[in-house]
């Protein structure tokens, strides 16, 4: 379990659901739809879901673009993250809200996989929290014009390298959404 052994809780984080991110991503219907059943989950078991959403030159806070897609809706007093960096630890107030809430352990949803998905994944684990990336309930755009597999196998690769990643006193797990489960 976590080395975060003072932290038994477990959270959802929602990371960049956000209309100028989710436009033109692999399968967005279903993977928003996912994260949405997720979202229902969490509120039904009592789970805390914490929100990310970033911003930069592109994706202007207070935009169109820059708002959470209309299917997800986020509810006071369930936290939300300004971020401006791929690792939604960076720069940020996220690990004080972790902290607050006792939280050791993240079930992760949302885009970009090959940016912001993999950068968090990977920033929460060096932390020492245990983190189970949700396998059909993340994606990416297309950029294989610019050399990067297509998003099918971007998400197959991350669902498949992060299923049997490890490292001391933390756990690393890929799950599907109707099998996420936020008990440790």
């Not at 984080?13 to 994260?35: C, L, P, S, T, Y």
């Not at 020492?128 to 196998?153: C, F, I, M, N, R």
Request: with cysteine; proline share 4%; aromatic share 6%.
């Amino acid at each position: 379990m976590t080395k975060l052994s003072d932290r038994p809780n477990t959270a959802l984080m929602v990371i960049d659901v956000q209309n100028g991110v989710v436009a033109e991503v692999h399968e967005r219907d279903a993977v928003v739809a996912n994260i949405a059943a997720l979202v229902d989950k969490a509120r039904d078991e009592g789970v805390p879901i914490v929100w990310v959403q970033h911003s930069d030159e592109q994706l202007q806070k207070g935009s169109e673009a820059w708002e959470y897609v209309p299917e997800l809706k986020r509810r006071e007093p369930e936290p939300l993250v300004h971020k401006s960096y791929a690792d939604s630890f960076e720069d940020t107030d996220l690990e004080d809200v972790l902290a607050a809430a006792g939280i050791g352990r993240l079930v992760v949803a949302g885009a970009q996989t090959d940016e912001c998905i993999r950068s968090t994944i990977h920033g929460a684990f060096v932390r020492g929290y245990d983190v189970t990336l949700v396998g059909d309930a993340h994606t990416t755009e297309d950029q294989s014009a610019w050399g990067a597999p297509t998003p099918d196998k971007v998400i197959a690769h991350t669902n498949l390298y992060w299923k049997y990643h490890t490292a001391p006193g933390r756990t690393a797990a890929v799950t599907e959404s109707r099998d996420v489960t936020f008990a440790g």
